[in-house]
Structure formats: C-alpha cells, structure tokens
C-alpha cells in the first residue's frame, strides 16, 4: 500500500525552538507539498517542491523552510517556532500529470 | 490567490438521509477534486472531475462538474455513521498548476 509517512503525529514545543517536521514518501513522486490546516481556513499551501533540491513558496512562506536532498523525503523546518504557528500540518506528494494528492496522516503541533 | 467557497459550513444530518453541499469559485477551474477527511487523519480522495458537466460516482457519493466551470457538487445518499468527517473541494485552474482547496463543510450523522 503506497503511503506518505509523517514522523510524528503529536508534537509540543516551546516558542522559539527549531522545529523539523519530516514526511517520507514511497510512491517516487515528484512533487511534494506542506500544508497547515487550522478551522474555517481549509488547507493553505506552505512550500512545494517539484524535485530534489527544488523548492517554491507556496501562500503562507513566512516563518517557514523547507528541504529535500533526497526525492522521497521532504522537511519542514520551523527556525523559530511561535504560538501562532500551532496547527495541524499535512505533507502530501503527487507524480506530474496526475491528479489528487496522497496525503499523510497529519502532525498536530502545539507550541507553548 | 484564488479562494473556493463551500456551503454548508458544517451540518447536521439523520443517518439514511440524503446529503448535497456544493463549491463555487470566482475562476473557471478545469478540473475539480472533492476529498474527505476522517477525524485524526489527512484527506482521501473521493472523487476527480474534468470536464464541464461531468457527473461522476463513487459508491453512494456522486459528484459533479458544473457546467460554468466555477462550481462543483457532492452528494452523498443514504449517509452513515461512517461518513462523518470533513469534505473539501480542490479546484486546478490549469493543467499543472497546484491546486486550491475549499474551507470544507464538516459533515455529523446522527444515529
């Protein structure tokens, strides 16, 4: 069964810490994205990449990084994490040319 | 960006009833994606639509495509306890851009 993995489904933190939330794919997919879910706002599209070492910003960038050295696996980093950036966050990953995404199962980040 | 719109917000719904919620956007959209979430879980992908008019099915879940482009339709008869989750639409004004996702309506089935 194809998945994307995400390494933690619950995380808390304290405001200011680096944060590194990781998702693995197992489909060879190219194209991988992050996504923070909060309620009434649906998912908003923080970074994407397209291939190894590639990456664009998506809406909401700020406060944000990214990283992909290898294909199956993309990194979102929080260098300084604040209380606003509690949320849930989604990796998904998708080939070029066909539609709906393959999402993991989510990482709810509380920063304190 | 572009934003989509999904009505009903959340509802409240009798087990065996019917169930209609729709998405509409400002922008033409060549194809259309509606997704349900499962408390605790990511999306899943219910059903993918692209062509104007296009109705498509997927068990008791039926969708879609509007005919001016803007707009897309979930049904879902006979709802279960099963069914309860969130529902988003996505929307894809071209081939290859990423696509854009609706706020969801947040479906509960009372038994």
């Known amino acids: 069964d194809v998945k994307v993995t995400q390494s933690s489904r619950y995380l808390v933190k304290r405001t200011g810490e680096k944060v590194f939330l990781e998702c693995v794919q197992d489909?060879?997919?190219?194209?991988m994205f992050w996504y923070r879910q909060d309620p009434g706002l649906g998912l908003r599209l923080i970074y994407f990449?397209?291939?190894?070492?590639?990456?664009e910003k998506g809406d909401i960038p700020e406060g944000y990084s990214v990283s992909r050295e290898k294909k199956e696996r993309f990194s979102l980093i929080l260098e300084s994490a604040s209380t606003n950036q509690t949320s849930m966050y989604l990796c998904?990953?998708?080939?070029?040319?066909?539609?709906?995404?393959?999402f993991g199962s989510g990482t709810r980040l509380t920063v304190v | 960006g572009q934003q989509l719109n999904q009505s009903p917000q959340s509802m409240f719904i009798q087990e065996g009833e019917d169930v209609s919620m729709n998405c509409t956007s400002s922008s033409i959209f060549n194809t259309w994606l509606w997704y349900k979430q499962d408390p605790g879980e990511g999306p899943v992908l219910l059903i993918a639509l692209y062509k104007a008019g296009e109705l498509t099915s997927n068990g008791r879940l039926t969708a879609q495509f509007g005919i001016t482009r803007k707009d897309s339709f979930l049904n879902i008869s006979a709802s279960i306890p099963s069914d309860v989750g969130i529902y988003f639409c996505?929307?894809?004004?071209?081939?290859?851009?990423?696509?854009?996702f609706g706020p969801g309506t947040r479906l509960s089935v009372l038994p």
């Open positions: 990449s397209y291939d190894v070492k590639m990456k």
């Open positions: 489909m060879d997919h190219e194209n």
């Open positions: 998904a990953s998708t080939v070029t040319g066909v539609y709906g995404y393959t």
């Open positions: 996505a929307g894809q004004l071209y081939y290859g851009q990423n696509f854009v």
